[in-house]
């Protein structure tokens, strides 16, 4: 089985709203802990960012309409 390598895009920012990571889409806890957590909870974590990161994507488009 692969490693999980880390999502990081190299654009941290912290959405103000959402306290995600714009670039990758976690947590501060999960950015920070990341090397600490095994395959099984990075995988976990992986599988969440897509929706994470669309909401976002979502969020800045409503915003900016109103």
Known sequence: ???VVSPCTRFCT?????????GCGRTLDEIG???RYDDAKRRLIM???PDRL???ERGRHEEARS
């Not at 912290?14 to 714009?22: E, G």
């Open 1 to 3: 089985m692969r490693v």
């Open 14 to 22: 912290i959405d103000p709203a959402t306290r995600l990571c714009a």
């Open 33 to 35: 802990n990341w090397m």
């Open 47 to 49: 599988a969440k960012l």
């Open 54 to 56: 669309a909401a976002m």
